[in-house]
């Protein structure tokens, strides 16, 4: 700990604790020692000093002992500049000043000295403020008793509230108040305020404001003292003895209790005084950390607190954000906030003809999704920037291109993780009513419906859907997700250009890996929400038909979540081998599809072919004249050698099911070696579309080296050359294509 916050903490658990000696010595003076003492309705005395040390104190004579123990604990005095080397004495200090501040707080139960409203649930502050006009009486709550402490506690422990903000003095204006309250309240967080900052109190500008305060809201007044931040560690206390069952006096469970399950920590708006020092010494014990916004010394190293103990000089506008940080709390955001309803059962609508208001991508423009990571302090979460025309701008039936660059940051967060939680994006916004959302990476398809529109739905709501769902669904990989969607065509392309050389990177990870390298392959059942029946089983050679997921995204997918859509798939014994078909795999698919599919194929189109799904990249489909298969990427849009357009493809082969002679698969996976080996590989494609064999024509090339046959890209016919099987039979026989020489396909 800073030396300079050490010795201050020290000196402010004096001041507090002759506070306390003197108090006490009226007290005993006036009262007597038989007198009864403790706080309202509650069983659970002075609860920091019960908690930590176990007595019970309700009588004023028992403090004595109290007090004896606090000068045991708190350091002689320091001189600023003398090195303390441990935090240790000045967490002591500070656990001694709160037990202080609970025997003061209790003394001035008994004489009246700070008025506190009726401890009720039900008192109106926001009215009772506004009629004070300036008055400073009895807008304070004081503890909680019991009944207050029981209905709200619960809420610590069943998740609906993370935990509390303690707010100490006062923001330099109102309107600053409310909004860091504000901020507070929509992270679930209960904000518990006391102490004051040159004559003004939080809690008071938030009632100047217009705000309510009081339990219902969740923005509580203890009390206009420092002191008064007892009634917030009292209360973590009570949640950790009532709730998680730690016996009192087992101080050392309750601070651990209350360090990974409570998120709280300190908020010191204003002059950091000795006595607020030792007050955030004290938190420290418990794990929470005061984050400040004045230049007051800061106790970065890590130790109790799980991050920082003391952040200083953080604006006002970025406090809470910075708190939430240094606390390690995982924002909760509970509900989607978009004005069209939101659940799984939107999942599979359809927004066609007529009714689409926007859409993007799907072949006629461009629409890429891009989820990137970024330092923590370049990213403020929640944030979503439209940059570009919006759905305001533009008339029904328009089409726009679309970028979505998701970035993230967490201190926990793993470049592995990007894909995994791009890939969420199609079921994550296909999930908003009158919204459809097909494909990923640069091949997505968004089609927003005039209803949606008239809800009041814009581009901004998809980056609110990210947000939300990132949270709620990976939180615990990541702590800050920002949004920036673009819709004009140059910022498109160019976000376009950084996420292909991404994914490029990404599918590069797999390369030289081979299925006989591992004995595990991972299943995904991610798609069977459209197609109930359809597994992907992913090898090293053999990524998921999407092409977003290789092998080692299911790996990673499935360390983050073992119960998720993908399940390590055992090999097992090998059956055939030209296929790959495999014992664990065929008994893991009988499973997964209902009973529906009895064995797939790794290597095949012809032979117990792997299911297919709407995101596939591409569909390969057999040329019976030629002997051959052809393949078809989703941004040819013409027709192809076959008789079908790709959107006919995937209508007749995408819903799940195993269709000999047809097969979903990814671009990256056309030059893997395992590519269809069973049907003779690479070397029997005869077909592609130009611009798919340009974008692959490096990797097709070296592949068709390792076949023999280095021309390989020339022999392949695409639609320059050839639009029906007859002139891909003229074509290929003039090439002298590999695939003439094969066995018969059937
Ligand atoms: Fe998973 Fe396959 Fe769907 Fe890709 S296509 S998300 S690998 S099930
Ligand atoms: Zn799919």
Redesign the pocket.
């Known amino acids: 700990m800073s030396k300079i916050i050490a010795s201050a903490a020290i000196r402010g658990a004096h001041k507090i604790f002759r506070r306390a000696e003197e108090s006490y010595k009226e007290a005993i003076e006036r009262f007597g020692p038989d007198q009864e003492v403790g706080f309202p309705n509650t069983a659970y005395y002075l609860p920091i000093i019960y908690a930590i040390t176990g007595i019970a104190i309700s009588k004023l004579g028992e403090m004595r002992k109290v007090l004896d123990l606090c000068a045991k604990m708190i350091p002689p005095p320091v001189r600023e500049k003398v090195a303390l080397p441990y935090l240790a004495p000045a967490l002591d200090a500070g656990m001694a000043t709160f037990f202080a501040e609970e025997m003061i707080e209790a003394i001035r139960y008994l004489d009246n000295s700070c008025t506190y409203l009726a401890n009720s649930e039900d008192v109106d502050l926001a009215a009772y403020g506004a009629s004070m006009n300036g008055t400073k009486a009895g807008l304070w709550l004081g503890a909680a008793n019991d009944v207050i402490f029981r209905k709200r506690g619960v809420e610590f422990v069943d998740g609906t509230a993370p935990g509390f903000a303690a707010i100490v003095g006062a923001a330099p204006d109102s309107e600053t108040a409310q909004k860091i309250a504000l901020e507070l309240q929509e992270k679930n967080l209960y904000v518990f305020m006391c102490g004051e900052n040159g004559g003004k109190r939080f809690s008071e500008q938030l009632v100047e404001a217009g705000v309510q305060i009081g339990w219902p809201t969740r923005l509580v007044p203890f009390g206009p003292d420092i002191s008064q931040a007892v009634f917030a560690i009292g209360f973590a206390c009570r949640v950790a003895m009532a709730f998680g069952g730690i016996k009192p006096g087992d101080f050392r469970r309750n601070l651990i209790y209350n360090k990974d399950r409570t998120y709280a920590f300190v908020l010191a708006l204003g002059d950091v005084t000795d006595e607020w020092y030792a007050n955030a010494a004290g938190a420290i014990n418990w794990g929470f950390p005061t984050i400040a916004d004045t230049p007051i010394p800061e106790v970065l190293p890590t130790g109790i607190c799980t991050y920082e103990h003391v952040v200083s000089n953080v604006p006002h506008n970025q406090i809470v954000q910075k708190a939430i940080e240094t606390r390690g709390l995982k924002v909760q955001v509970a509900k989607v906030p978009i004005p069209v309803s939101y659940g799984p059962a939107f999942e599979g609508e359809r927004v066609r003809g007529e009714d689409i208001f926007l859409e993007m991508g799907g072949g006629r423009t461009v629409a890429v999704e891009w989820t990137t990571s970024k330092r923590m302090e370049e990213i403020e979460d929640g944030r979503v920037e439209v940059i570009g025309p919006d759905v305001a701008d533009v008339a029904p039936g328009t089409r726009l291109h679309f970028a979505m660059v998701a970035e993230v940051a967490g201190r926990n967060f793993q470049e592995d993780f990007e894909p995994i939680l791009e ?1 969420q994006n ?1 079921h994550l916004i296909n999930q908003a009513q009158g919204i459809m959302h097909i494909g ?1 990476r640069d091949i997505a398809w968004i089609r927003i419906s005039k209803a949606a529109v008239e809800k009041g739905f814009t581009l901004t709501h998809i980056g609110k859907i990210i947000h939300a769902k990132y949270h709620q669904d990976f939180g615990a990989i990541f702590d800050k997700v920002q949004i920036k969607i673009y819709t004009e065509e140059a910022d498109v392309r160019q976000v376009l250009g950084l996420a292909r050389a991404s994914y490029e990177h990404r599918d590069a990870r797999i390369e030289g890996m081979t299925d006989e390298d591992v004995d595990t392959f991972y299943s ?5 929400s459209f197609a109930p029946n ?3 089983i ?1 090898s090293p050679e053999r ?7 290789n092998w080692l995204d ?1 790996r990673a997918s499935n360390e983050i979540n073992p119960d998720g ?2 399940q390590p798939v055992k090999k097992g014994e090998c059956t055939d081998e030209r296929y790959g078909q495999f014992e664990g795999c065929n008994d893991y698919i009988r499973k997964a599809s209902r009973q529906n599919v009895q064995s797939v194929s790794l290597y095949s189109l012809m032979v117990d072919p792997m299911t297919t ?1 709407g ?2 990249e591409c569909i390969a489909a057999v040329l019976p004249m030629c002997n051959a298969i052809m393949t078809v990427d989703r941004d040819f849009t013409d027709m192809t050698p076959c008789g079908m357009k790709f959107t006919s493809l995937a209508g007749s082969v995408g819903g799940g099911a195993q269709t000999p002679g047809f097969l ?1 698969h990814s671009k990256y996976n056309i030059a893997q070696r395992k590519f269809l080996k069973g049907d003779g590989g690479l070397l029997r494609i005869a077909w592609m579309p130009k611009r798919l064999k340009d974008e692959m024509y490096e990797r097709i090339k070296k592949r068709g080296e390792e076949l023999g046959c280095p021309n390989l890209p020339e022999m392949i016919a695409d639609e320059t050359v050839a639009t029906t099987e007859e002139q891909v039979l003229e074509y290929i026989t003039e090439k002298g294509h590999p695939c003439l020489g094969m066995e018969d396909l059937f």
Do not use: D, F, S
Request: aromatic share 4%.
């Open positions: 890939r199609h990923q995904c059942i991610l798609c069977q359809h597994v992907c992913v990524t998921g038909l999407c092409g977003a997921y299911c859509p993908n799904c995101c596939c979903g």
